[in-house]
């Protein structure tokens, strides 16, 4: 099973539940939205709420992710430019290749787009 599906399955069990326990207080608050077709559409307008909520949820989490790995990731980049350069500044070829090792490695986390 892919990631995709992964999520795919989780994001369906999140909706069947939420919308089992929303329409069931909705309903408990204001009895008359049960009645006929109004049942239906009061069902079908939650579902589309919690779709919508439910999605831009899992926006939010990604974006939050990438803002916290770049920023990481950023830093360590950023770091690892200055102690490059402060290396390069000694003249010192053991600290130098150190510094040249750290800095790609911080290059290669920076621009990998998987975790």
């Known amino acids: 099973m892919?990631?995709?599906?992964?999520?795919?399955l989780l994001k369906a069990y999140l909706l069947d539940k939420?919308?089992?326990?929303?329409?069931?207080?909705?309903?408990?608050?204001?009895?008359?939205?049960?009645?006929g077709p109004l049942g239906f559409l009061t069902k079908?307008?939650?579902s589309a709420l919690l779709d919508f909520i439910i999605n831009q949820s899992e926006?939010?989490?990604f974006l939050k992710?990438?803002?916290?790995?770049?920023?990481?990731?950023?830093r360590e980049y950023h770091d690892a430019i200055l102690d490059f350069q402060t290396a390069k500044g000694s003249h010192n070829a053991k600290d130098i290749a150190s510094a040249e090792r750290?800095?790609?490695?911080?290059?290669?986390s920076f621009i990998r787009l998987t975790n």
Do not use: M, P
């Open 2 to 8: 892919t990631y995709d599906e992964q999520v795919n």
């Open 18 to 35: 939420l919308l089992s326990a929303s329409y069931s207080w909705v309903i408990s608050q204001l009895s008359f939205l049960a009645w």
């Open 44 to 46: 079908k307008a939650l």
């Open 59 to 61: 926006l939010t989490a």
């Open 65 to 74: 992710f990438i803002d916290i790995r770049t920023s990481r990731q950023g």
């Open 102 to 108: 750290r800095l790609k490695e911080a290059f290669k």
